[in-house]
């Protein structure tokens, strides 16, 4: 200690302490540098305080970008169960985003991860856990006169009045896809953005709707006629988007790990009522 303060005079070109054999006695510039570096080392103190408070309110927030589709009925009830199981802390967030939204979104920091559709080629910097298959079906009025079976061929949704979705481009883009090829063309009778208003629009009688089949209320079936699509059948691929490299926090890698099963488990139990209801077809 004695040859640290000894170089801390050399270098600054003062006398700091003033010693006798007896004693040591700060000099009027030693006691100003002391008092300078309490002060400093007090604030130091205080911004490192404040950076692990940080850290951990950070660690219990976690914030989760979601298409519309699922953010309506899904996602909720998953994460009412989780919170149910759960004995966590985690503030967890949802921002409703479409998919092109939500790409640009995970680059962002706050973003834990993503669910949603996967595209036909995954962007750069982008990875993709894969859930599986959700099938698409239309929805229609309980007024309609329904058709025989339980299912319908692609080229039956030309004659339909359908209430079409432009807050979902990947959907709508596949749509016109196979209309192209299949030479047939929508009547689209109403157009919205969120999936929940199409339904909304279908109960009220207004028209059908081309839908994902996890966006459908429980008691759907109660209040409208479900029918899938069949020649060809329409799906899309649902799952877990992060940004690649990105390391979640544990909070967020449980939650995301939580979200991907129960995803799992909803979409077979989905691909057990839609082949249920082609073979009844």
Do not use: W
């Amino acid at each position: 200690m004695s040859i640290q303060v000894r170089e801390l005079e050399r270098q600054l070109d003062v006398e700091l302490i003033t010693r006798t054999t007896r004693s040591l006695i700060l000099t009027q510039a030693g006691e100003m540098l002391a008092t300078a570096l309490h002060t400093g080392f007090e604030t130091i103190s205080d911004g490192l305080a404040v950076a692990q408070d940080i850290g951990m309110t950070t660690a219990r927030h976690i914030v989760i970008a979601c298409v519309p589709s699922l953010a309506g009925v899904l996602v909720p009830s998953i994460l009412g169960r989780y919170r149910s199981k759960e004995e966590s802390q985690y503030k967890i967030d949802i921002e409703e985003l479409t998919s092109m939204e939500m790409i640009e979104a995970l680059n962002h920091p706050e973003i834990s991860f993503g669910i949603g559709p996967r595209m036909e080629e995954i962007p750069d910097g982008i990875s993709f856990l894969r859930a599986g298959e959700e099938p698409l079906c239309v929805i229609l009025p309980p007024n309609h006169v329904p058709a025989d079976g339980t299912s319908l061929s692609f080229s039956t949704l030309a004659s339909l009045p359908l209430v079409t979705l432009s807050g979902s481009v990947l959907l709508q883009n596949e749509l016109n896809r196979l209309a192209r090829q299949q030479g047939i063309a929508f009547q689209s009778l109403s157009e919205v953005r969120q999936v929940q208003t199409a339904i909304a629009m279908v109960k009220a009688g207004v028209g059908a709707a081309i839908v994902p089949r996890l966006a459908l209320p429980e008691n759907a079936t109660a209040e409208m006629m479900i029918r899938y699509v069949t020649a060809p059948p329409l799906h899309r691929t649902i799952g877990i988007l992060t940004a690649s490299g990105k390391k979640l926090n544990p909070g967020a890698l449980e939650v995301s790990r939580y979200m991907q099963a129960a995803l799992v488990k909803a979409l077979e139990a989905i691909d057990l009522e839609a082949g249920l209801s082609q073979a009844a077809n």
